[in-house]
């Protein structure tokens, strides 16, 4: 009834509500029974979902994402601070609508290379998830320990998806430049073995702060990528290079493989010794 005539009141109003909401919660927990103590979590929730509308009403373009993404952190800090568990799950949903927008909407539009509000996005999602992961390991039982892994896990896969997209962008051609047929095949190539360089930097290092930490789920993730990558060079990259190119293509993986055995192996004797 309001979106017609009062679209610029609207987002206020959904702030109103929703802190209206945060105070209902409070008096509930802190002067109402047992009865009354029971419906905090519902009001709580209510004023979250108030809170998480009011931000598109009022933003646009990349600070919708940005909102949701901060008030997803500001959710886990929350859950941490009262070890409230309805806090934490709607601080993911708070997330997943951020980071669900920023893949899906707006990392398609061409950016330059780094220094885009795209890559800044990437990076508050990355540090929210980080923020959830540090907290959850610190309380330390079993279950927060899952939700830690889940974050790293998500973590890992949204700082790969931000790296795809810079690739992607730094090889794609500038709006009305025209591309012959030869220079456009001879992009795809470069682009696709950036692709597995990228892939193949980032498994590595992620394997040395799996060996540093001394995460055995680090390291399974880091193999995970490496064979990943490793199947693409060997099935699909090399099929577009000359000799000498898929020489040292071989070359370098190999340095890489034999690398990461070697942290096995020394990993592996110290216990021993």
Known sequence: MLQERYRPNLPWLMIATAIFYFVLTRVLQRRGGAAARSRAPLTLALGVGFLTVAIPLKLDQYWIDLGWLVEAGALFWAAHRSKSQLLRTLGVVAFGL????????????????IFNPRFGLYLVAIASLALLAYFAQSEGDEEDRQWAAG????????????LHCEVMDYFRPAAGQFVTRADRLSLHTARDFTYSAVWMVYGSALMLVGFWKKSAFLRWQAIVLLALTAAKVFFYDISALERGYRIVAFIVLGGILLSVSFFYQRARVKPAE
């Open 98 to 113: 951020g980071a669900f927008r920023l893949v899906a909407v707006d990392s398609e539009a061409y950016q330059p290379l």
């Open 151 to 162: 974050a790293i896990l998500c973590l890992n896969v949204l700082a790969l998806i931000a």
